[in-house]
């Protein structure tokens, strides 16, 4: 699993610089499908990581920042970075002992759920993953290459 956030952050690491390239409005500009826009999407990706490792922490669930002081690559590298830093260590500790605790929380309905750890980092690394297949249509849309999805060829796996 560890591969995978690894797989994750290079990959959004690509996606911040494929932004220096284009122009900051098309960044902004509401797209059909997904979250909204870009910028606001890659906000998003790193909101929800870092939302649902903190809770898995044991910490409270942080409220989600204002979109509106993240808007620009290097704010969202910046914000990227921050969270990186207080939820890569617990990643990095991952057990198989860790798969079955509970994570119990209330919904925006205010209902209680329960859901593993293991499926929560599961959920994670998916809904990152979806995301970036967003980005990539976007990028089509545009005339412009996405990033590479590959998993392979990224050094993860020594031989």
Known sequence: MLKLFEYNWQVRKEWF???DSVDETELLKRRTGGPGSIFYTLFHI???????ITALQGKP???EPPFEDYIGVQKIR???ARCHAEIAPFIYAW?????????SDQNAAGEWESFRYGEIMRHVLAHEIHHFGQLSIWS???GKQ?????LIRRGLFDI
């Not at 057990?95 to 994570?103: A, G, V, Y």
């Not at 996405?146 to 590959?150: D, K, L």
């Open 78 to 80: 910046d914000y990227s």
């Open 61 to 63: 669930m942080p409220e």
């Open 95 to 103: 057990d198989s002992s860790m798969e079955t605790r509970i994570l």
């Open 46 to 52: 790193v909101e929800c990581e870092y939302s649902w």
């Open 146 to 150: 996405p990033v590479t999805a590959n």
């Open 140 to 142: 089509r849309e545009m």
């Open 17 to 19: 610089d494929w932004c």
